[in-house]
């Protein structure tokens, strides 16, 4: 069975940082792209950041670039999102998700995670 | 405002077709796949659709995506209560190198 699970949420004030962690069980992590999806209280999804299997390729969101740093590590099997200078309109949930098998250039989120909920307020 | 047009609500009684459209661009649907979301009440979203029209293992035939030119659809037949959910489409997006999704559409079963 395939588990995603994210740690490292809170709260914390305009302008701090926040490092989250997903914990991949159930597949091949090395395989697979992984991506980091938000949901603002009471919005639509927002897609934030990707990676491909081998690090290599990465993209971000024009509202996270410069500012959030996606990242793993296949010998622990884990999925990172380093957030810094942190906004009001970061306050989301935020899902770890698992993605294709090859190309991470894709909407294709095969498996969720049940999300860590980030709320930046003063 | 969301790259990819939704309309905001859906509705039909059971047993009913009902479909879901999701309108984008050249730079998007127009050359990319489309993926289909179901997010249930307090639930974390789930695949529903797969590369414009392929269900995933376990999504009933009822759910069915078609694509043509800019514009992709989510139909789903013989509507039933546990239906009710929110629904989001997907894809890449060419100019932006990002994925982009659709606004969201709730339905409701009435």
Request: charged content about 15%; glycine content about 12%.
């Amino acid at each position: 069975e395939i588990q995603l699970v994210e740690s490292g949420g809170g709260s914390v004030q305009p302008g701090r940082s926040l490092r989250l962690s997903c914990t991949a069980s159930g597949f091949t992590f090395d395989d697979y792209a992984m991506h980091w999806v938000r949901q603002a209280p009471g919005r639509g999804l927002e897609w934030v950041s990707g990676i491909s299997w081998s690090s290599s390729a990465v993209g971000y969101a024009d509202s996270v670039k410069g500012r959030f740093t996606i990242s793993r590590d296949n010998a622990r099997n884990s999925l990172f999102l380093q957030m810094n200078s942190l906004r009001h309109e970061d306050t989301a949930l935020y899902y770890c998700t698992k993605g294709e098998l090859g190309p991470w250039n894709r909407a294709f989120f095969e498996s969720w995670g049940q999300g860590t909920q980030v709320t930046v307020s003063s | 405002q969301s790259v990819l047009t939704q309309p905001p609500s859906a509705s039909g009684t059971p047993g009913q077709r009902v479909t879901i459209s999701c309108s984008g661009s050249r730079s998007n649907i127009g050359i990319n796949l489309v993926y289909w979301y179901q997010q249930l009440p307090g639930t974390a979203p789930k695949l529903l659709i797969s590369r414009t029209d392929q269900r995933p293992s376990g999504v009933p035939d009822r759910f069915s995506g078609s694509k043509s030119g800019t514009s992709a659809s989510l139909a789903i037949s013989g509507l039933r209560s546990g239906d009710e959910a929110d629904y989001f489409c997907a894809s890449w997006d060419d100019r932006l190198s990002a994925v982009v999704f659709g606004g969201g559409t709730k339905l409701t079963v009435l």
